[in-house]
């Protein structure tokens, strides 16, 4: 696998390795040790899949306060998307920027999106899966949120944010400087 580090410290994108012939393709998905030693040391202890049926569907941006914080290690399985990580930890030089990457089912990319970063995504086709990895268990009473549209944060968003489909819940999320 090759790896890329962002101007952000912590988030990496994960390029695999493919091997192409006749019959299609093969990479690693993901391997432990190659893992710890190249992007972080952490241990996974649940996967989560979701489905968006359409195009432009927005997720996010959710955390995990502590002690619950997680890390999550993302990759699109079908489809493709607009993926997402906002700088909160405080004191951080980066609090309160973002990076961006499309992930990709055909590319293979995954975004390590470490503890103290909030993350979303908007789908960019229909019926778009999405499979992530994450270092602590969901846990209701520890998560949160921050509106995808925080004039203070600026995601450029891939698509016009009333366009976008979004949960209640994630409509309703505060501001960044609300969390502070």
């Known amino acids: 696998m090759h790896v890329r580090?962002?101007?952000i410290k912590g988030p990496a994108l994960i390029l695999p390795k493919r091997h192409e012939d006749a019959r299609g393709y093969f990479y690693?998905?993901?391997?432990?040790?190659a893992f710890r030693q190249t992007v972080a040391d952490v241990?996974?202890?649940?996967?989560?899949?979701?489905?968006?049926?359409d195009r432009a569907t927005l997720r996010g941006l959710h955390y995990q306060r502590s002690?619950?914080?997680?890390?999550?290690?993302?990759?699109c399985l079908k489809g493709s998307i607009f993926d997402v990580a906002v700088d909160i930890r405080k004191?951080?030089?980066?609090?309160?920027?973002?990076?961006?990457?499309?992930?990709?089912?055909?590319g293979g990319e995954q975004l390590w999106v470490p503890e103290g970063f909030a993350h979303g995504y908007v789908t960019l086709e229909d019926d778009t899966e999405v499979f992530y990895k994450v270092t602590h268990p969901y846990s209701p009473e520890h998560e949160a949120g921050i509106a995808f549209d925080?004039?203070?944060?600026?995601?450029?968003?891939p698509f016009d944010p009333a366009l976008v489909i979004l949960s209640a819940k994630d409509k309703a999320q505060p501001r960044l400087a609300e969390m502070i």
């Open 67 to 75: 002690p619950a914080a997680q890390g999550k290690l993302v990759r």
């Open 91 to 106: 004191g951080s030089d980066t609090f309160g920027r973002w990076l961006g990457q499309t992930l990709t089912a055909s």
């Open 150 to 157: 925080d004039p203070d944060i600026s995601v450029a968003w």
């Open 5 to 7: 580090h962002f101007d």
């Open 43 to 53: 241990t996974f202890v649940q996967d989560n899949q979701a489905l968006s049926k």
């Open 28 to 33: 690693e998905a993901f391997r432990d040790d």
